[in-house]
């Protein structure tokens, strides 16, 4: 208990940060006052019921019109309560979910955890990150805004439900039993605290289940969305192999997690709701019954009778908060659960143990770029082949070469600063740096932006996009900036594709550019003149390029040699020899 409310305070307090904080707060006391209005409202409901019944019982009708004129009046004061109270509340919703979703945005994105959370890499990978910032930051809100104002203003309408009851129920309750007199003064009110006392203990027992199967159903939902992405993502390879039935496979396996869970979350909803439904409806009723006894030996009124009938349900429906509630604070507890987790892994990334991370990052002197000992493993700790050391000045080339599985592109995220896994060794220019993959990505806003990435288009403007497409012979797709979204991307080879990421260099002119086979797509021939054309475009830039060819268009290059057979197999053996690099 003391964990989630440690984390739900962590959560809250983030959401409740930032410059906006103290309208936050005002908007929050707002949203209290009117809900602590609509408790005297409801007070004065509980009087209205002895006023109206008694004119009744007296057959007094002018009395009678006079008390419906006053409930008229009671009745528009607590819609307008609600109505009021309902807008501010959303506002402040929408306020706090959008500081909430920044702070978790900014937590992902900080420190590269996107890249090192990431299955296969870190020990505890985070499941679907994109509904846990989308998500659950929206239910988060919603629900602690509902839940709390409900804990207050039930805290403060208790108190003032209990002083009207314990008033009311001056009249006690006389028995005999086994020859005994027995009386309990007050009782209505003991009869209200025990019944909800024990009713609360049953939902908590039946209904456990739940918050452990809404965790599940939130994760099964997002892995049958991210299937739906993937087949998004995929279209060409599926519609090109006819993968369709395998498609339809998977998606029926995801889809089928969650019917299973569904199937076992409403089991358990249902036994919990066999008794939370008959509660909900017998709570009205209960209390008239109760109150019989003293109604019968003639100590009240009929007005009276429903007074207190009407004062206890009052009291037991604001006690019974948690029962009426079980469901919904189970997702509550659910989904802070996932969002601390996220932090908390964003914070403090679990890295495998055993693994060696000992690579030491410097600046090579003379603006130059250096390989001393270095050594990588997969996370794993599974060691790569063996990095011969090496130098490189500025202007020049590196190719980067090794069969399929070397460690090539393992060496260049090293390069960049991400592989935290070997040892040695790395000194790399300082100075703007370029990484393009092999793959270039898709961006949705259109084509200028992925020319531009990660500057925006409208720093760049639209001369120089226009000169770079050129450069990189796409002059014939200069129209297609135009094109909203994806449209743009329409037809394009994965070569163009390619061309496009290159031309980021003619935008950028970076100290460091790093091709990780990024023109494995395109003829040998355009290949040389477009890595010519980088070449004079950079001159003093050092290039460093993967590729299963010779980079000749970077001629002349070093040869750094990746040979998988040189490596050991365990992280702890020695490093071999280093092989040294070649002039080409
Ligand atoms: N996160 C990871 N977990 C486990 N193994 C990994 C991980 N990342 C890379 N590897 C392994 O490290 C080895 C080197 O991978 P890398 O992608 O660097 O090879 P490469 O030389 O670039 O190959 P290719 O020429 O096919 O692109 C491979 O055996 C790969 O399976």
Known sequence: MRAVLARIYRLTRLAASGPGAPVALVLYAVVLGLQFAAVWVSVQIISWYKAFYDALERRDAAEALLQVGHFAALTAAAAACFLVGDWLRKRLQMRLRARLTACMQDAWLANKAYWHLRPGFSVQPVDNPDQRIAEDCRKFIERLLIETLDVISNAVALVSYVAVLWSLSAVPLSFHLFGLDVEIPRYMVWAAFLYVAVSSLLTHLLGRPVKGLVFQQERCEADFRHALVQLREGTDEIAQSSGEEAERRRLERRFGEIRRNWHRLIRAEVILGLFVRPYMQTILRIPTFLALPIYFAGNLTLGGLMQLA????????????????????????AVSERLDDLLALTRNPQTPEGVPQAITRGAAPGGGMKLQGVAL????????????????????????????????????????????????????????????????????????????????????????????LRETGLGHKLAALDLPGPEGYAGLSMGERQRLALARVFIHRPAVLILDEATSALDARSEVDLLARVRAELPNATIICA????????????????????????????????RAGALA
């Open 547 to 578: 590729a299963h060819r010779p980079p000749e268009g970077l001629a002349p290059y070093q040869i750094l040699a990746l040979d998988p057979a040189a490596a050991t197999d365990r992280a702890s053996q020695p490093l071999p020899a280093p």
């Open 310 to 333: 009407q004062s206890f349900s009052t009291t037991a429906t604001t006690l019974s908060w948690f029962i009426f509630s079980y469901r919904d604070l189970a997702e509550f507890v």
């Open 377 to 468: 493993s997969t996370p794993q700790g599974r060691r790569l082949a063996p990095v011969p050391d090496m130098a490189l000045q500025p202007g020049q080339s590196l190719w980067v070469a090794g069969p399929s599985g070397a460690g090539k592109s393992t060496l260049l995220a090293a390069l960049s600063g991400l592989w935290p896994f070997g040892e040695g060794r790395i000194s790399v220019p300082e100075g703007s740096r370029l990484v393009l993959p092999q793959t270039p990505r898709v961006f949705p806003e259109g084509l200028a932006h992925a020319v531009t990435y990660p500057r925006e288009p409208e720093d760049v403007g639209r001369d120089a996009i226009e000169a770079a």
